[in-house]
């Protein structure tokens, strides 16, 4: 019988032993966020609650005391905890899912509006309507370690799925809406794109290519190339636009039209509006399921939340919750990303700040693709020596002065996570 090459061998063993590494991390991810995600957290604004739906029968089982006001809201991507911002005071409040009671109150701008976490639960950024600022919250010590100066009456905010960038709706005064775009290793903005008139909610393709933004007032949707920060395309919609957010396969776009009691559909393949669906009085926010099968939408005048079935476009439940429900969120699970992609990524976002040169930049992303093209020729051997001589050069940099230590930490770490995973 003929048996497989030494060398073949091996290789088999490796991939399969790298398979296995990697189940038992997306299992046990998985396992933590599974039951979390069968969870919708509403805020209701008149009676400075949030209300918990679950979502396999679609009722509420807690309603949770906040500050006054709630408005944003965001969930960890693990599903451990909640931040809510209160309009009427400058707390933003953190609830722990697991006994449903606030654990932590942070105080950060005026009138806190909106609300994105990281996708690695790092961080909470919340846009300061009042302050035109954005408040960064480290998730782990619940303490604002960054302060960023945006544009007028900043509302919506949406991070890249790699992390890097934070994109703000910034209302202004209708006729000067801006989206400013932050660059979360800097903590900096580093391009503001006009909008359209009210820019209000944001939400980010999953594969970051495209921003879309929900302008209140211009009744329409504008589309945003985020490689080059400019809008391709306005998808007139009508009404006042309260809400957006996108299917996790990126196919769709769903829309809250308050002034119409309506949810719109925007295929994002063709830009073009393909169903209408009546809810409730007054839907504002609006959030997609992580399985991607429904579309909760928050009916404000009806204290109501309509559930969307995206399959059919029709609505399958109607859920009473609290008082003026403005918001709604779901837990939104980091995907698997490639390590290495997401490192070039991280290095591209400080070249783009301005951090690094392009020459010294793309020293680091010529070792990065050398390390991916040796793990393709099965030489993890060699791979885990450029690992090394990555590390070494981002030591450089923080001891010249080009990164700080925070910045290269980052880098080391998520390469020193790779070494681990492919045994060096």
Same mark, same amino acid.
């Given at each position: ?20 590494? =990697? ?6 991810? +998985?396992?933590?966020?599974? /039951? ?9 604004? =008149? ?37 809510? @911002? ?5 707390? %933003?409040? %953190? ?24 996708? $690695? ?6 846009? $300061? ?26 509302? *919506? ?5 790699? *992390? ?7 209302? *202004? ?7 400013? %775009? ?36 211009? &009744?329409?949707?504008?589309? #945003? ?5 400019? #809008?391709?395309?306005? %998808?007139?919609? &009508? +009404? ?5 957010? #996108?299917?996790? $396969? ?9 002034? $119409? ?11 073009? #509006? ?10 504002? @926010? ?14 404000? /005048? ?6 969307? !079935? ?39 976002? =400080? ?11 793309? @020293? /680091? ?12 020729? !099965? ?33 080391? !770490?998520?390469?020193?996570? /790779? ?6």
């Amino acid at each position: 019988m003929t048996g497989f090459p030494q060398k073949s061998l091996a290789s088999v063993f490796t991939t399969v032993r790298r398979m296995v590494m =990697l189940a038992l991390v997306l299992t046990t991810f +998985g396992a933590s966020v599974a /039951l979390a995600q069968t969870k919708g957290y509403v805020t209701n604004a =008149l009676d400075d609650t949030v209300s918990v739906i679950d979502t396999a029968t679609n009722t509420v089982t807690a309603t949770i005391p906040v500050g006054p006001v709630p408005v944003a809201i965001a969930v960890t991507p693990n599903g451990a905890f909640v931040y809510v @911002g209160n309009q009427n005071s400058p707390i %933003v409040s %953190v609830i722990s899912t697991a006994t449903n009671t606030v654990i932590a109150n942070v105080t950060v701008g005026l009138v806190p509006s909106g609300i994105a976490i990281t996708p $690695n639960g790092a961080f909470a950024y919340v846009a $300061n309507q009042a302050g035109q600022t954005v408040s960064v919250i480290d998730t782990a010590t619940n303490n604002v370690v960054a302060t960023v100066p945006v544009g007028g009456a900043p509302f *919506g905010i949406a991070i890249t799925p790699n *992390g890097a960038f934070a994109y703000v709706a910034n209302q *202004g005064m209708i006729f000067n809406s801006s989206i400013s %775009v932050i660059d979360t290793t800097t903590n900096t903005v580093i391009a503001t794109i006009p909008a359209g008139l009210g820019a209000r909610a944001i939400a980010i393709t999953p594969n970051g290519a495209f921003a879309y933004v929900a302008n209140f007032i211009g &009744g329409n949707v504008s589309v #945003i190339d985020t490689a080059t920060n400019t #809008i391709i395309v306005t %998808v007139p919609v &009508g +009404g006042l636009l309260a809400g957006i957010d #996108i299917t996790p $396969n990126g196919a769709f776009a769903y829309v809250a039209q308050e002034s $119409n009691n309506t949810v719109s559909v925007i295929d994002t393949s063709t830009n073009t #509006i393909t169903a209408t669906v009546p809810v409730g009085s007054t839907p504002r @926010g609006v959030a997609i399921t992580p399985s991607g099968t429904s579309a909760y939408a928050v009916n404000s /005048l009806s204290n109501t939340v309509s559930v969307i !079935d995206i399959a059919t476009n029709t609505v399958t439940a109607t859920i009473p919750v609290g008082e003026t429900p403005l918001f709604i969120a779901f837990p939104k699970p980091q995907s698997a990303q490639d390590p290495i992609a997401s490192l070039i990524a991280q290095v591209e976002a =400080l070249i783009a700040g301005g951090t690094l040169s392009q020459n010294q930049g793309a @020293g /680091l992303i010529d070792k990065l693709n050398h390390i991916r093209l040796k793990l393709d020729n !099965d030489r993890t051997d060699v791979a885990c020596n450029q690992l090394s001589a990555f590390i070494s050069q981002v030591n450089a940099f923080i001891k010249s002065g080009a990164l700080t230590q925070t910045q290269g930490q980052s880098l080391k !770490d998520a390469a020193n996570a /790779l070494k681990i995973s492919l045994g060096c």
